[in-house]
């Protein structure tokens, strides 16, 4: 007799970047130092915004906002490998597995959009100055912002019900060091088809349209630097577009290449995964926020403030 939707699988097994104890316990530290490294850069960066009244505009509004994300992506990702380098068993159960597939398209489509949302402020900012006041006021800011976090909210939970309809009955072993959707849908005994056309339709349709916004964006940003007469400001405008610009080039190519290639469990995906889930959060604070001279003036005065009141 055919038995249907049955899920013979209670865990999956997560095969992680080596099986060297050696190398385990050395990639342990590494990512143990650039989780914490994460952790307390943009932790920085919220606060040294939230206390400097001069900082309460649209562009560090946003940026707090990235940076929060920062935060919460990695801490999706980095514990649960750390647990992984340094455990014998290396398992992690279907509910903590989908859990993480959900967190991990939360982020990551959340963060597309805020990406794209802060090159549309910094197009109104050098392209606009004097509407820039109206065109990016508080309500129209909130509003970017919770559209960003609901769509990427929307995004994670359509995915992720899709293939938890999937029947899972072996093998449970994922190429990878975390639960993300193309390995483990690969592990599928059902027809994946549905799954495939959301994930297509996902990197299409918020990919490539938050790509569009960033790219016209910058682009409108760099005609416009070059009709300024001004050489410093010029220079000022290539410098802050060309950081912002490498950290989307990391961030999309290596997401594009990880969701929109077959899985082989490669070197190279692993190293993907590894580009746009913790390299990346730890990018962002560093370009974005802690290489702006007022964001470091605005660190140094917290830091001596707290240094008087010490001694």
Known sequence: ???NNITTITEFVLLGLSDNPHIQVLLSGLFLVIYLLIIIGNLLVLLVIRTHSHLHTPMYFFLSHLSCLDAFY????????LENLLSKWKTISLLECFTQIFLVIFSGATETCILS???????QAVCHPLLYVVAMNRRVCIGLVGA?????????????????QQDFCGPNL???F??????????????????IVAILTTMVVLGLGTLVVLLGSYTRIIMTALGINSAKGRSKIFSTCSSHFLVVTIFYGSAFFRYLTPVSGSVLEQVLSVQYSVVTPLLNPLIYSLKNQEVKAALRR???RKSRLTF
């Open 1 to 3: 007799m055919e038995v």
């Open 74 to 81: 990695s801490s999706v990702i980095v514990p649960k490998l």
């Open 117 to 123: 949302v802060m090159a549309y402020d910094r197009f």
């Open 148 to 164: 960003s976090w609901a769509i990427g909210m929307g995004t994670g939970l359509m995915n992720t019900l899709l293939l938890a």
């Open 174 to 176: 994922i190429l990878s």
């Open 178 to 195: 975390a639960c993300e959707l193309p390995p483990v849908l690969m592990l599928a005994c059902s027809d994946p088809h549905t799954s």
């Open 302 to 304: 917290m830091l001596a």
